[in-house]
């Protein structure tokens, strides 16, 4: 047993010195050039339209809050193109012991505790972008953000999704 306490001690240790330095809060983080983001794009089948996931958020979490940004866009050889319907529905998920994640109030969320998910939908238009903080409690280890963007135009659809990290 005490070998174990001697472990914690030293994992709580090593954590607390890891935090020195770093931003206060997720919007400190969010100002910073600390993020992790990701895209991933995809061809609609039999076009030339591309259709794009985009997926940001801090590396650095404090004080049961995070923020987010996630888009789904459409191009035609490189510039902006409107396609029937477009979606973008983004995912906040918290990892850890019992963690919870919670959107702002009066925002329609579906989702298990631990992740939430928030979508958007426009018709004829190129993008569908979402954004905004999420809170979380628990022993939250991580939190990862994915943004799943989905296209319809003349009778094709097509889905992409990215993880921040």
């Not at 799943?148 to 009778?155: C, P, Q, R, V």
Request: aromatic fraction near 8%.
């Amino acid at each position: 047993m005490r070998r174990t306490t001697v472990i914690i001690g030293a994992v709580v240790a090593a954590a607390a010195l890891t935090l020195t330095g770093l931003p206060a809060t997720a919007a400190e983080a969010a100002g910073s050039a600390r993020s992790f983001s990701d895209s991933e794009t995809v061809t609609l089948p039999g076009t030339t339209i591309k259709l794009q996931a985009n997926a940001w958020s801090p590396n650095v979490t404090s004080g049961g809050k995070v923020d987010f940004v996630t888009s789904s866009k459409t191009t035609k050889a490189g510039a902006r193109f409107n396609v029937s319907t477009i979606k973008n529905t983004a995912t906040v998920e918290a990892r850890g012991i019992n963690p919870s994640v919670s959107l702002p109030k009066g925002v329609s969320v579906g989702g298990a505790a631990n992740a939430k998910s928030i979508s958007w939908t426009n018709n004829t238009a190129w993008i569908s972008d979402l954004s905004g903080r999420a809170t979380y409690t628990g022993l939250t280890v991580s939190l990862h953000v994915n943004s799943a963007a989905y296209a319809f135009h003349s009778g094709v659809k097509k889905y992409v999704d990215v993880w921040s990290w």
